[in-house]
T-cell receptor, first 114, second 115 residues
Framework: AQSVTQPDIHITVSEGASLELRCNYS??????LFWYVQSPGQGLQLLLK??????LVQGIKGFEAEFKRSQSSFNLRKPSVHWSDAAEYFC????????????FGTGTQLKVEL | GAGVSQSPSNKVTEKGKDVELRCDPI?????LYWYRQSLGQGLEFLIY????????KSGLPSDRFSAERTGGSVSTLTIQRTQQEDSAVYLC?????????????FGEGSWLTVV
């Protein structure tokens, strides 16, 4: 079975500061990894995904994530946070043959201080 | 519309009543998913439809939950004899096809409150 852990329930950063949201997964083979963002009153939006190849993945809105197999991690980063980035962020894992049946983490709520 | 459309956006129902939640996927998308998001929880997979194949119902939490997809498009999630623990946001999503390489697009969800 696959699982995802997002150890930080809440994170607060100042606007302009860098951001790293942690995600650890558990899956026996090569996982497919995703980060989604959910803003108030909106559906989830895909930020980026990793299937194979380059372990550093670029996404929308200036986000990137790095797949580290040795650490079973897929942390999300952004060099300079904007106030509009305040939202809830979900990491998810899938696998080959699993279709899009994803397992999600419990989310990290990001607050941005001006 | 351009995105996944769900209705109702909010539903308050009494314990023991049946509810139906509707999802209209993006036009042309053959795969459709239902997820549930409970307070403080991540998203929980419920059911997956792909074309004319038998749906993957492995995530349905009990036999009170069922879903159908008519004509390969609109889907209805039905919860019978609702319980308070059914209170959650029910999210529908669709993708162009069912493979992992296809980005899934989520609707805004149906907020269900069972009182």
């Amino acid at each position: 079975a696959q699982s995802v852990t997002q150890p930080d329930i809440h994170i607060t950063v100042s606007e302009g500061a860098s951001l790293e949201l942690r995600c650890n997964y558990s899956y026996g083979a090569t996982p497919y990894l995703f980060w989604y963002v959910q803003s108030p009153g909106q559906g989830l939006q895909l930020l980026l995904k990793y299937f194979s190849g380059d372990t550093l993945v670029q996404g929308i809105k200036g986000f990137e994530a790095e797949f580290k197999r040795s650490q079973s991690s897929f942390n999300l980063r952004k060099p300079s946070v904007h106030w509009s980035d305040a939202a809830e962020y979900f990491c998810a894992v899938g696998h080959m043959g699993g279709g899009n049946k994803l397992t999600f983490g419990t989310g990290t709520q990001l607050k941005v201080e001006l | 519309g351009a995105g996944v459309s769900q209705s109702p956006s909010n539903k308050v129902t009494e314990k023991g009543k049946d509810v139906e939640l509707r999802c209209d996927p993006i036009s042309g998308h053959t795969a459709l998913y239902w997820y549930r998001q409970s307070l403080g929880q991540g998203l929980e997979f419920l059911i997956y439809f792909q074309g004319n194949s038998a749906p993957d119902k492995s995530g349905l939490p009990s036999d009170r939950f069922s879903a159908e997809r008519t004509g390969g498009s609109v889907s209805t999630l039905t919860i019978q004899r609702t319980q308070q623990e059914d209170s959650a946001v029910y999210l529908c999503a669709s993708s162009r096809a069912g493979g992992e390489g296809n980005t899934i697009y989520f609707g805004e969800g149906s907020w269900l409150t069972v009182v």
